[in-house]
């Protein structure tokens, strides 16, 4: 699969996220909606017992909803920063906490009765192989409950950067990419049981738009920080191109789904 020239290093994400780790979850609306979108695909899919890991789980937002419908599972948060794990423990969301990376799973191959990641794979530096990973550590017959954003994502952001020639923001697949690469990795998919998710939200000037970005983490991008001329001539094409009822857009678009390890 092939991915933007300029992925940003693991320790600029880490440390991108270990900033933010205090106020995400206020910041993070698109994020929780679709963590309660996902939460609620797993309809009995957990027993007690179980043990389940959230890649890249961050502070445990999913972890903390999945444990309030399910008695004597054990949840492992797994996420490249570590205050975001900190505030997880301190909660008590995880059982089990591990600063790891999603790229290079810790976990013991056919361990997991179930695993989730939500909107966490666009940061994966190889996401075929961070999903065989995943895929390895499930038990078979075992269910990945997943979002992703995909391609679309961020559009006004995405199409304003290449117009100046910067770096991409992310890793954003199309649909047909991220199936494929869910086939590869060794699970079973339907179609039917992946839904899309698309959220235009509403800004009043393009600063707010970044900085709402900026607040949940998806700008640690490759590549040199923008001069503030450059992020003045950002803003500004932003608005001109953009502006419409004075607000100006951003645009979410992702997958929500639900796929299997293959069965022997």
């Known amino acids: 699969m092939d991915l933007p020239s300029s992925r940003p290093p693991k320790s600029k994400i880490a440390a991108r996220f270990d900033r933010v780790a205090e106020t995400y979850e206020s910041d993070a609306a698109v994020q929780m909606e679709i963590v309660r979108r996902v939460a609620g695909r797993i309809k009995g899919g957990i027993g007690a017992g179980q043990l389940w890991c959230d890649f890249g789980s961050g502070s445990g937002m999913l972890v903390e909803r999945l444990q309030a419908m399910s008695e004597g599972v054990r949840f492992v948060c797994l996420d490249l920063a570590f205050a975001p794990l900190r505030r997880a423990l301190v909660s008590r969301r995880a059982n089990l ?57 961020f559009a006004e952001l995405v199409e304003l950067r290449q117009r100046m020639n910067l770096p991409a923001i992310v890793w954003l697949p199309t649909f047909s ?9 060794g699970f079973d998919v339907v179609v039917d049981e992946i839904e899309s998710f698309e959220k235009v939200m509403k800004f009043p000037d393009a600063l707010s738009a970044l900085g709402s970005m900026s607040s949940t983490g998806v700008t640690a991008t490759g590549g040199r920080l923008l001069s503030r001329a450059e992020l003045d001539e950002l803003c500004m094409n932003y608005t001109l191109t953009f502006s419409k009822g004075g607000t100006v857009p951003l645009t979410y678009r992702a997958v929500i789904g639900k796929v299997r390890t293959k069965a022997g």
């Not at 179930?114 to 269910?143: F, N, Y």
């Not at 990419?177 to 990795?185: I, Q, S, T, V």
């Open 97 to 153: 906490a591990v600063c790891g990376d999603i790229d290079f799973s810790p976990i013991r191959p056919t361990t997991l009765d179930g695993a989730t990641a939500a909107s966490v794979l666009q940061w994966a530096e190889r996401p075929d192989e961070t999903l065989r990973g995943i895929a390895r550590a499930l038990k078979p017959g075992a269910e990945f409950y997943f979002s992703v954003f995909i391609d679309g994502a």
């Open 177 to 185: 990419e991220l199936l494929k690469a869910l086939d590869n990795a």
